[in-house]
């Protein structure tokens, strides 16, 4: 019996918690849906609609130098950026249709199509709710907007081949540069060896420039060193009178003119 109590207790409190929580859903739900009353829909549309007015009457330079004075975070900037983008594709304004309001919790969206003489093209505007420190209180924002030139199936394969060539293009040229830069590292090890080549071929050549200056030098020193045995030697210098003497002697040779005299070593050298 205390358990059947028990059970029947605990199921009330399951259904009330149920219940609370349903509740709770339902109310954060109301609170985080924007909706607007026929005034504020007809103040937004008045306003949208003469922004529309004002960039479509643009030509594409006049709105590239307004573009210039805006800054870039503003909304205004982001519309007329849009437009330079479109202009080429639409044309002049003919019509504007009606506007279409999707509600996403704190964000409000606002879609129009608006016909020109080439394409229609959609406006989407983003508004979102921010507090205003003026006025101590949430509202609607302008936050983003886009512009959508909208093409027909034809246009539309036809840009989707010519992305998809483009890309493919794009890969191949990588590709070839990829090719072509492998195949040029046979000639960087080619130049590698040819500098390696070259300098070994400069330091030989400075090193056989060495050994013959000392070849010279050592050369001159030993001529010197004979120079100077000859000169010292005074037997070797009388043995070579006597062979001069006598060799003038068997040549009938009168000897009267011939003498010998001592050598000295000079002191100094002129080269």
Do not use: H
């Not at 739900?29 to 008045?46: G, M, P, Q, V």
Request: charged share 30%; aromatic share 8%.
């Amino acid at each position: 019996m205390l358990e059947a109590r028990m059970k029947k207790r605990l199921l009330i409190l399951a259904c009330m918690l149920i219940c609370l929580f349903s509740l709770a859903g339902c109310g954060k739900k109301e609170e985080e849906k924007i909706s607007l009353t026929s005034d504020e829909k007809a103040s937004y549309e008045k306003q949208l609609t003469n922004m529309i007015n004002d960039v479509s009457a643009l030509s594409k330079s006049d709105a590239e130098d307004v573009l210039k004075k805006l800054s870039a975070k503003s909304v205004k900037y982001k519309l007329v950026n849009g437009w330079i983008a479109s202009v080429d594709d639409l044309g002049k304004l003919k019509s504007i249709g009606e506007y279409k309001y999707e509600a996403d919790r704190k964000e409000l969206k606002i879609k129009v199509d608006v016909e020109y003489e080439k394409r229609t093209a959609t406006y989407i505007f983003f508004l979102k709710k921010e507090f205003v420190k003026d006025y101590d209180a949430e509202y609607l924002m302008p936050n983003d907007i886009n512009i959508v030139v909208k093409r027909s199936i034809k246009e539309n394969l036809i840009n989707a081949a010519y992305n998809t060539l483009m890309g493919m293009g794009t890969v191949f040229v990588v590709l070839i540069i990829i090719i072509v830069v492998i195949s040029l590292f046979k000639y960087v090890n080619m130049l590698d060896k040819w500098l390696a080549d070259r300098k070994a071929a400069k330091e030989e050549a400075k090193m056989m420039r060495t050994e013959a200056v000392n070849n010279v030098v050592e050369q001159i020193a030993q001529k010197e060193d004979q120079t100077e045995e000859l000169v010292d030697d005074s037997e070797l210098v009388a043995v070579i009178s006597a062979a001069i003497a006598a060799y003038e002697a068997d040549s009938e040779i009168a000897v009267e003119g011939f003498r010998v005299r001592s050598i000295r070593r000079a002191t100094k050298r002129n080269w």
